[in-house]
């Protein structure tokens, strides 16, 4: 990869890297090592996950060049290299919100950027585009100050810190849809029924808070949504509690913004938050479907090395941890 007329390539991906970025549609055979996954066979596709990063003295290319080096090999191997059309970059600054959750401090779980999760790497066929609906969402879980995430029995919803905890507008707009009504799942391992795709983010709100940009709002306890479709919200107003509801084995807030006012199709963009400070890593990752499972409601995490220092106008990265600040009331 690289900007149209520079000649040092931004991005080199090749060998063990390119095995482990890169996904074939439909998935490998059963018992295939994961090499094949750079082998296409014919009507197949494959997909190469990228994320540059920059300096911060670097400005963004205006456009993006890739260049393929790869092998045919029927009828006889035969080696090439081809230039793919550019690629343009998007011009539009993130969203700076404020906090979507008050007081406490919180796991930003599946995450961007480094990790190949479901999140980032959730292709979903619809209408006939390939779509990442999810590719900057954060699934957001509580710990306490011993950094559990749960004490006591598991398998109950009371036993999670996170479980009714407030969740209010990250920034003022209008409400487009807000679900209510759908169960909570006991906390479990990965679901053995998935919800219809229509329940997928279970009880929800999405805020419209620019011109195609709107923020999801997922999971949510039942009966807890406090507004309706038209309603106009302020910054820091009460939406609703976190839950456990559609596709959630453990509650957390899934936070995304939209560039459409439904789950399912849409795209997902970068957002950074205005004011929070950076606690810590979690060094043992978890997810929603894991977190039950473990022995103990613990999670490791180590201090951050800038001692809690505010962060601003930034996305919080996988597994960070954190505390929001600057919250309006509502």
Partial sequence: MRAPGVTKPLAKIGGSQLIADMTRLGGLPEGAPPAEATTIPAGSVGVVWLDVTLPATEAVPSKLEHRVTATLLVPKPFHFTADLDSVKSGTRAPLVLGPPLRSGTWVADEGCCSEPTHHRRGLAPIDGRLL???RFAIDWAMVDSHHRAWVGDPS???SYFG???PEIAAAPGTVVSAVDGIAENQPQGPLTELPPIQNTVGNHVILKVAPGRFLLYGHMKT???RVKVGQKVREGQLLGQVGNTGNSSTPHLHFQVLTEPTFFPSDSVP????H??????VTDPFTDETLALQPTGTIPIAPSKAGGRSRRAEMPLDLNVIRFQSQKGG
Avoid: C, E
Avoid at 271 to 274: G, I
Avoid at 276 to 281: I, V
């Fill in 132 to 134: 990442v609906p999810q």
């Fill in 156 to 158: 109950k919803l009371s």
């Fill in 163 to 165: 479980f009714g905890q």
């Fill in 223 to 225: 009966g807890s949504v």
């Fill in 271 to 274: 957002f950074t938050f205005a």
């Fill in 276 to 281: 929070f400070s950076l606690l810590g890593q």
